[in-house]
């Protein structure tokens, strides 16, 4: 099945430092990936729709300079998030889609556990 | 707002009752997605419906469809303590957009 590998799976940071995310899907193309935002025991929120060769479009309230998305090949977008606080620690997740198309699936990474000191 | 409901938000039952969480909303979907999650995970696809008033069985687990493709319920049977997690459903509108339920935190205790 298609898998979808986000590294790293946990950070540590001091406040006012940035961090990046990886989100590659291993053995497909994706030419649209997802940013989410995860608190404990509660639901997904999508910060960004990340587009291979264009630019990111961002959910309403959310911050594209402070969460900068770069998709610069098919298999690969990052999300770096710039002059972290402690209010950014969070689990944050990426999916992807084998195809476009009504029903596809959603195929998502472990998540990244980042604590902001 | 959220668009779609999910209820309960929280449920702890004991090993082998049965349990359902609903997924509730006033807009029609093209199809509807069932992920479950464990801590420390991305969610995972359960199932995937499209037609109105589908039933889908997964071992212990049956998913449903509503006639009007508005809502989903997702039935487990004798819960085990291996079902606990995160339970999520996802309903796809035109143009192949997402949109997450609130969640349903299950907790099955042996």
């Known amino acids: 099945g298609a898998v979808v590998s986000q590294h790293p799976s946990w950070v540590i940071c001091k406040s006012g430092t940035s961090v990046k995310i990886e989100c590659r899907s291993l053995?497909?193309?994706?030419?649209?990936m997802f940013w989410y935002r995860q608190f404990p025991k509660q639901s997904l929120m999508l910060m960004a729709t990340?587009?291979?060769?264009?630019?990111?479009?961002?959910e309403q309230g959310v911050e594209k300079d402070k969460f900068l998305i770069n998709h610069a090949s098919l298999t690969l977008s990052t999300l770096t998030v710039t002059s972290a606080h402690p209010e950014d620690s969070s689990f944050y997740i990426c999916?992807?889609?084998?195809?476009?198309?009504?029903?596809?699936?959603?195929?998502f990474g472990n998540g990244t556990r980042l604590t902001v000191t | 707002t959220q668009l779609l409901e999910q209820s309960p938000q929280f449920l702890s039952i004991q090993e082998g009752e049965n349990l359902t969480v609903y997924c509730n909303s006033s807009?029609?979907?093209?199809?509807l997605q069932w992920y479950r999650q464990e801590p420390g995970e991305g969610p995972v696809l359960l199932v995937t419906?499209?037609?109105?008033?589908e039933v889908k069985k997964l071992k212990r687990l049956t998913f449903q469809f509503g006639d009007a493709r508005k809502d989903s319920s997702l039935h487990i049977t004798a819960a085990q303590p291996g079902d606990t997690g995160l339970y999520l459903c996802?309903?796809?509108?035109?143009?192949?957009?997402?949109?997450f339920g609130t969640g349903t935190s299950l907790t099955v205790i042996p």
């Open positions: 807009s029609v979907f093209s199809s």
């Open positions: 419906v499209v037609t109105g008033g």
């Open positions: 053995d497909f193309q994706a030419t649209t």
């Open positions: 996802a309903g796809v509108v035109i143009g192949n957009q997402f949109y």
């Open positions: 999916s992807a889609r084998v195809r476009p198309g009504m029903g596809s699936p959603l195929h």
């Open positions: 990340s587009n291979e060769g264009s630019k990111a479009t961002y």
